[in-house]
C-alpha cells in the first residue's frame, strides 16, 4: 500500500520559511516525477513545484518562482519544498504528489498525501 506522509507544515510571519517533506512508502518512486500541490479554502487544488526523477527538471507555478524550491532524495523515497518569502496568500494545505504528469497543460498525480495546512500570518 503507497502512502505519502508530508511533514513541516505550520503557521508562521509573513516573509518567512518553511520546509515541508514527504517520505514515500509502499514502492519506490526513483523514476517517477514527485511534486506538489496546494487548495486554499473555496478554491480548487492548484499545481506548485514538479521535479523529475533526476531532479533536473524542474517546474513550479508562476505564483512560486523564485521564492520555493522543490528536491528529493530518491535513496530516502522523499521529496522537499523549500518555502521562503512566505506571502498570505500561501496560505493553503499542501499536497504532496507522485506519479505527477502533465498532459494537455494540465497537471495530475497517481498518488496523494494527505496534506499538511501552511497558514502566513500578516
Known amino acids: 500500500q503507497v502512502q505519502l506522509v508530508e511533514s513541516g507544515g505550520g503557521l508562521v510571519q509573513v516573509g518567512g520559511s518553511l520546509r515541508l517533506s514527504c517520505a514515500a512508502s509502499?514502492?519506490?518512486?526513483?523514476?517517477?516525477?514527485m511534486g506538489w500541490f496546494r487548495q486554499a479554502p473555496e478554491k480548487e487544488r492548484e499545481f506548485v513545484a514538479y521535479?523529475?526523477?533526476?531532479?533536473?527538471?524542474?517546474y513550479y507555478a508562476d505564483s512560486v518562482k523564485g521564492r520555493f524550491t522543490v528536491s528529493r532524495d530518491n535513496a530516502k523515497n522523499t521529496v522537499y519544498l523549500q518555502m521562503n518569502s512566505l506571502k498570505p496568500e500561501d496560505t493553503a494545505v499542501y499536497y504532496c504528489?507522485?506519479?505527477?504528469?502533465?498532459?494537455?497543460?494540465?497537471?495530475?498525480?497517481?498518488?496523494w498525501g494527505q496534506g499538511t495546512q501552511v497558514t502566513i500570518s500578516s
Open positions: 504528489a507522485a506519479g505527477v504528469s502533465k498532459y494537455n497543460s494540465k497537471w495530475s498525480s497517481d498518488y
Open positions: 509502499g514502492r519506490t518512486f526513483s523514476r517517477d516525477g
Open positions: 521535479t523529475d526523477w533526476s531532479g533536473e527538471i524542474i
